[in-house]
C-alpha cells in the first residue's frame, strides 16, 4: 500500500477562501472585518517564522491584523496591562500571544488574563473546559485543525481506535478531547508509556505530536492507518522533519500527512476561523 497525502497546503487554502468570501459578505453587511492582534515577545526565531505566517495569512483573508513585537526582557506586568488595554479595545475581536514567552513571564497567567471569547488559540481554561464539557466554542487551532484533516480523509471516525503521542496542553490533551467528541476509542500515550509500539500498532488513528524526529517507524503502524504528523523539528541542515518516518510509514498507511505541508498550514486556517467566530460572538454581544 502507499498512503494517500492529506495535502494541508491545499485543504487550508480551502478554508482561507471560505473565510474570506464570510469576511466579504460581513463587510457587504456593515461589519467590520475581523480583527487579530498578535503579541511577539523577544526575538525566537520559530516564534518569528510562525507570526509572519499568521500574518500573511489575516492579510490573505483581508482580517484587521496588528502585530505587537516586546522586547525580551519585557516583564509580566507590562505583559499583563497591555492585555488588559487589548481585551477592552472594541476594535480587536482576537488577540494572541505567541508562546514561548521569555522565562519571566507566566504563561499560564497570561493565557487566563486574555478575555475567553478574545482567546482565538483556545488555550484559555473557560475554552478548554467547554471542549471537556462537549460545548465547544472557540477550540486550540491544531487538533481543530487534524480534525478538519481527518474529515477530509471521508472515513468515519465513529469507533475507530485513535493513539496520540504526546499528552502537551496546545496538542496532545485537546486532541484526546477531539477525537473522544468524534466518539473514537482513544489512548493517549507519553514518555512514561509501556509497550508503546503495541499500542501503535492497534490503531486506526495515529497522531503524532512528541517532537523527535522521525520517532514513528513503520513497522508500529496499521496497514491502512491514518498516521498524522503533527511534529515540527528542525534538522541541523535547516529542513524541516516530523515525528514520523514518513517515507517508511507511507508504504503501509492508508492515509500520511507531509511535514511541511501538512497539519502546519491547518493550525493558521483554524486560527482563521476562530478569530471569525470571535467576530461574530462580538457582534452578538455588542
Ligand atoms: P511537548 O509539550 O514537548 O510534548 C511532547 C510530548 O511528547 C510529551 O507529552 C512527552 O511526554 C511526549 N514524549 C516525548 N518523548 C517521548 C517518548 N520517547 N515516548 C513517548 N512520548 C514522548 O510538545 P508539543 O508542544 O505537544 O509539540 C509536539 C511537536 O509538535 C513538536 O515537534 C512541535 O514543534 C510540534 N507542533 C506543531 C504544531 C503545528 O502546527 N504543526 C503545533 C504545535 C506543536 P511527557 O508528557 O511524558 O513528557
Not at 499568521?54 to 492579510?59: F, I, V, W
Not at 471521508?154 to 481506535?161: A, C, E, P, Q, T
Not at 485537546?174 to 507519553?190: F, G, I, K, N, S
Not at 478569530?275 to 457582534?283: E, K, N, Y
Request: some cysteine; charged content about 20%; aromatic content about 2%.
Amino acid at each position: 500500500m502507499t498512503a494517500q497525502i492529506l495535502d494541508g497546503r491545499a485543504i487550508a487554502a480551502d478554508i482561507r477562501e471560505q473565510v474570506r468570501r464570510q469576511v466579504d459578505a460581513r463587510r457587504a453587511a456593515g461589519q467590520d472585518a475581523p480583527g487579530l492582534v498578535v503579541v511577539l515577545v523577544g526575538e525566537n526565531p520559530a516564534s518569528q517564522v510562525y507570526v509572519r505566517n499568521k500574518q500573511k495569512a489575516c492579510q490573505q483573508v483581508g482580517f484587521r491584523s496588528e502585530l505587537l513585537q516586546l522586547p525580551a526582557d519585557t516583564s509580566q506586568a507590562r505583559l499583563l496591562q497591555l492585555i488588559e488595554q487589548l481585551n477592552a479595545r472594541d476594535d480587536v475581536d482576537g488577540i494572541l500571544v505567541q508562546l514561548p514567552l521569555p522565562a519571566q513571564i507566566n504563561e499560564d497567567l497570561i493565557t487566563e488574563h486574555i478575555t475567553p471569547t478574545k482567546d482565538v488559540d483556545g488555550f484559555h481554561p473557560w475554552n478548554m473546559g467547554r471542549l471537556v464539557l462537549r460545548q465547544p466554542l472557540l477550540r486550540p487551532c491544531t487538533p481543530k485543525g487534524v480534525m478538519t484533516l481527518l474529515a477530509c480523509t471521508g472515513i468515519d471516525l465513529v469507533g475507530k481506535d485513535a493513539v496520540i503521542i504526546g499528552q502537551s496542553n496546545i496538542v496532545g490533551r485537546p486532541m484526546l478531547l477531539e477525537l473522544l467528541m468524534a466518539r473514537c476509542t482513544v489512548t493517549v500515550c507519553h514518555s512514561k508509556t509501556q509497550h508503546l509500539a503495541d499500542k501503535v500498532r492497534g490503531a486506526d488513528i495515529v497522531v503524532a505530536a512528541v517532537g523527535v524526529p522521525r520517532f514513528v517507524e513503520a513497522d508500529w503502524v496499521k496497514s491502512g492507518a491514518v498516521v498524522i504528523d503533527v511534529g515540527i523539528n528542525r534538522m541541523q541542515d535547516g529542513s524541516l522533519c516530523g515525528d514520523v518516518d514518513t517515507d517508511a510509514v507511507a508504504a503501509r498507511a492508508g492515509w500520511i500527512t507531509p511535514v511541511p505541508g501538512g497539519v502546519g498550514p491547518m493550525t493558521v486556517a483554524t486560527l482563521l476561523q476562530n478569530t471569525l467566530l470571535a467576530a461574530d460572538m462580538h457582534d452578538r454581544r455588542s
